[in-house]
């Protein structure tokens, strides 16, 4: 019975049920697995790089309880009136001092040091948080990567079993003489295709996997289920206010400034080089018991002024390579963020174009195709073709879905170096 137009909602609601799942259903809600949340958890409380990050905060602690300690006393010890040998007289006494002696520093180098050591503090926490922040993006890219991968290859397999309908029928049409052995071998050749295709996908997913298992701190080869799909919210900000957020919460430029004030402070520390501590101690000679005595001095750091004068030359270097590090900081920044926007954005635009119509017509297209073969009404070769085409755009969007992910990762980080 030929087939008419005014049948083709029935056909299409029939050919849609019977060999492709709504397009709803190319990425699946997991309701088990590991979400993209924990898997981010996971990784900030195993990751080795964020342990040995947390190991330098306390070791900075460890550093300000030295620089902010006075220097130790010290126990001493003299000797007076040893006689020189051929010059020894009668009554000459050997006389023994023992005495505690505490240096005092110049005012203001201790407070300058605790400084220098609380900036330092603060300075290697800002680094945990940075390798946190760099930890989390590797890990969303390493996930949206599995992701891709899995959907592409579940939406490679959907297309495949439709394939499978379509060469039954081609098949049968050339046992009865109605379709040419060439379609058939096409049909053949498309199914090779989708299935190399499928295996690509799976290594790739396998790849992601291994390398999200790494970051995680799992062992590998353990079975790993992943159930956040890939989402679509379209970007709102525009490029100034990300760069602006990125300016006030990136942790690389808090460490810039931290930086920057560790080297004013270090600056003034060399400057007081050359002033002066002191010495003072308590003395008790063994001769006469029944006494004490006392003992004063100071340092003079001005008689080596090579010493204070390379102190201040360090430092002041530093302090100007720290501003230069910070305007360059400020340039990457703008830059990363302004990149990883245009590539947000262009994979925001990719998304919509399948996502508005696109991909509905081609699988209502491909069911009405694949309804008129049946009844001889269009070419298998034809029919192959959009098949194709809406096999390619399926897999399109999905990677659209992934860079835009990938983007919005690179955005949260954008800036940020790894070394």
């Known amino acids: 019975m030929p087939v008419t137009r005014p049948f083709?909602?029935?056909?299409?609601?029939?050919?849609?049920?019977?060999?492709?799942?709504?397009?709803?259903?190319?990425?699946?809600?997991?309701?088990?697995?590991?979400?993209?949340?924990?898997?981010?958890?996971?990784?900030?409380?195993?990751?080795?790089?964020?342990?040995?990050a947390q190991a330098r905060v306390d070791a900075a602690r460890g550093r300000t309880l030295q620089l902010r300690s006075r220097p130790a006393p010290e126990v001493t010890a003299g000797v007076e009136g040893v006689p020189i040998?051929?010059?020894?007289?009668?009554?000459?006494?050997?006389?023994?001092?023992?005495?505690?002696?505490?240096?005092?520093?110049?005012?203001?180098?201790?407070?300058?040091?605790?400084?220098?050591?609380?900036?330092?503090?603060?300075?290697?926490?800002?680094?945990l948080d940075r390798v946190r922040l760099l930890l989390?993006?590797?890990?969303?890219?390493?996930?949206?990567?599995?992701?891709?991968?899995?959907?592409?290859?579940?939406?490679?397999?959907?297309?495949?079993?439709?394939?499978?309908?379509?060469?039954?029928?081609?098949?049968?049409?050339?046992?009865?003489?109605?379709?040419?052995y060439?379609?058939?071998?096409?049909?053949?050749?498309?199914?090779?295709?989708?299935?190399?295709?499928?295996?690509?996908?799976?290594?790739?997913?396998?790849?992601?996997?291994?390398?999200?298992?790494?970051?995680?701190?799992?062992?590998?080869?353990?079975?790993?289920?992943l159930a956040t799909a890939l989402p679509f919210v379209p970007l709102q900000a525009d490029a100034a206010a990300l760069v602006e957020r990125a300016r006030a919460?990136?942790?690389?430029?808090?460490?810039?400034?931290?930086?920057?004030?560790?080297?004013?402070?270090?600056?003034?520390?060399?400057?007081?080089?050359?002033?002066?501590?002191?010495?003072?101690?308590?003395?008790l000679p063994s001769v006469r018991?029944?006494?004490?005595?006392?003992?004063f001095g100071m340092t003079m750091p001005f008689l080596r002024p090579g010493r204070a004068k390379g102190q201040l030359l360090e430092a002041t270097a530093e302090a100007e390579a720290g501003r230069w590090a910070a305007a360059a900081l400020d340039r990457r920044v703008r830059t990363a963020v302004e990149s990883a926007y245009v590539a947000a954005k262009s994979a925001e635009e990719q998304v919509l174009v399948y996502e508005r119509s696109l991909l509905r017509e081609l699988e209502d297209e491909l069911a009405i195709e694949l309804e008129y073969f049946r009844f001889g009404k269009t070419?298998?070769?034809?029919?192959?073709?959009?098949?194709?085409?809406?096999?390619?755009?399926?897999?399109?969007?999905?990677?659209?879905?992934?860079?835009y992910n990938l983007s919005l990762a690179d955005l949260e980080a954008a800036g940020e170096s790894a070394d």
Do not use: C
């Not at 492709?20 to 990751?47: F, H, I, K, W, Y």
């Not at 071998?185 to 790739?204: F, S, V």
């Open 8 to 52: 083709v909602p029935i056909l299409i609601a029939a050919a849609a049920l019977a060999l492709a799942p709504p397009l709803s259903a190319e990425l699946p809600a997991q309701t088990e697995g590991l979400t993209l949340d924990q898997a981010v958890e996971t990784a900030l409380a195993r990751n080795p790089e964020v342990l040995a």
């Open 85 to 127: 040998p051929g010059l020894k007289k009668a009554g000459d006494e050997i006389e023994v001092h023992l005495g505690l002696e505490q240096a005092f520093e110049y005012p203001g180098k201790r407070r300058l040091r605790s400084e220098i050591g609380r900036l330092g503090e603060d300075m290697a926490q800002a680094e």
């Open 136 to 180: 989390g993006a590797r890990v969303k890219r390493a996930y949206w990567a599995a992701v891709f991968a899995g959907s592409a290859a579940e939406a490679l397999e959907r297309s495949s079993a439709r394939l499978d309908a379509l060469i039954e029928d081609l098949q049968a049409k050339y046992r009865t003489g109605a379709a040419a």
């Open 182 to 225: 060439a379609d058939l071998l096409r049909a053949r050749a498309e199914k090779a295709r989708l299935k190399n295709q499928i295996l690509e996908q799976g290594r790739e997913e396998r790849q992601a996997e291994l390398a999200l298992d790494e970051l995680l701190g799992r062992p590998a080869g353990e079975p790993l289920t």
């Open 249 to 283: 919460g990136l942790p690389s430029f808090r460490i810039a400034a931290l930086r920057s004030a560790q080297a004013d402070s270090a600056v003034k520390l060399a400057g007081l080089g050359r002033r002066p501590d002191f010495l003072a101690g308590f003395l």
């Open 289 to 295: 018991t029944n006494a004490w005595g006392v003992s």
């Open 379 to 403: 070419e298998a070769l034809g029919l192959l073709d959009l098949h194709r085409t809406f096999v390619l755009a399926q897999v399109e969007h999905l990677r659209a879905l992934f860079l």
